[in-house]
């Protein structure tokens, strides 16, 4: 990169001590850009309970935040995660210096617009006025080109981080007793949409068949005391994502299976650490894992996925397959892409 490009990144997830795992993804996105020789900062919001007031207070406070920082910096370029509806808030934040911006939709952002005529409407101005579209997936992309004919949308995921996710021995010491084997486990939180209940009772019949097992669940969400009363599952509750690699390795069968994913990128983590999966195939992830590696079942099949955990029982750990195709996912080839897209998006004359 011949010049320092300036990128101010607003997104409406970001980590905190209490909720680590929340839009993860985006900061270790933003490191990746910082590593290919972006100059980044960085403003979003952190989980937390609260109601329609608050939430209008917090939305208002992170486009103040974003306006200043991007004065602050001179940002070249605005990089907004999620449609709805940080898209209004990228349009003028990069209003507000002279700046473009470029949107990232995730998944449950364009859930909204499906559902929503009128959001639809709302966020029509501010979506087709961005200097580009990303989303993380083909089929995600596909689904919001229906929403809006007229946009393109390129497809860039926000890739697994090598570093993190490799092989190795899984150091399962700090997480408490030894578990029961097989240990099968899921990243992810306690809602509907990931599926938990289901994976449940499962893993519930394959521990029968077994003689003995565990099931452990990082993530935290309402389901938590409907999946307590399992004498099989343990809840980790949130886990610090540096600690989740470790998790993964130590695993004999890692799931995600999931009633619908933007993309599915933690099931190309678990792979990339060598771990079998289970995937949903739901997932558009589900394409870019090797069936040595990944088996995929239909979620909302029990029967499915008590299959699928039998059979990945019979996988090969650190299938080459599998590690040659995290490499091809890594976070560093995926953000070169981006990168270079933000590069054409700051250097676009003027019309």
Known sequence: MDSLLRVLVVSNMVPSIAVPQYGVFVTRQTAALEQAGC???????????TNKVGTLRKYAGLRSAGVHAADRMQADVVLAHYLV????????????????????AHGGDVAHLERSGGLRFTMRRAILG????????????????????DLHVEVINTGVDRFLFRPGVGDLSSFGPAPQRPLIVQVGNLIERKNPERLARAAARLFTEQGGGA??????????????????????????????????????????????????LGALEAMACGT????????????????????????????????????????????????????????????????????????????
């Open 85 to 104: 509806p940080t898209a209004v808030i990228a349009r003028r934040v990069a209003r507000s210096v002279g700046a473009r911006y470029v949107l990232v």
């Open 130 to 149: 961005a200097a580009a579209v990303v989303a993380v997936s083909q089929e995600l992309a596909d689904r919001l080109v229906a929403v809006y004919p």
């Open 276 to 351: 079998p999966v289970v995937v949903s195939q739901q997932a558009p992830v589900a394409r870019d894992l090797p069936a040595t590696a990944a088996i995929r079942v239909d979620p909302y099949s029990e029967d499915a996925i008590l299959v699928g955990l039998r059979t990945a029982l019979q996988l090969q750990h650190n299938d080459a397959a599998g590690q040659a195709a995290a490499d091809g996912q890594a976070d560093v080839v995926q953000v070169r892409r981006l990168a270079d897209l933000l590069i054409e998006v700051a250097r676009k004359p003027s019309s």
């Open 215 to 264: 099931l452990w669940i990082a993530g935290t969400g309402p389901l938590e005391q409907q999946l307590r009363t399992m004498p099989h599952v343990r809840l980790l509750g949130a886990v610090a994502p540096t600690r989740i690699p470790d998790l993964l390795r130590g695993a004999d069968v890692a799931t995600l299976v999931a009633l619908s994913e933007g993309y599915g």
């Open 39 to 49: 100059s980044v900062e960085i403003v979003g919001l952190e989980q937390h309970t």
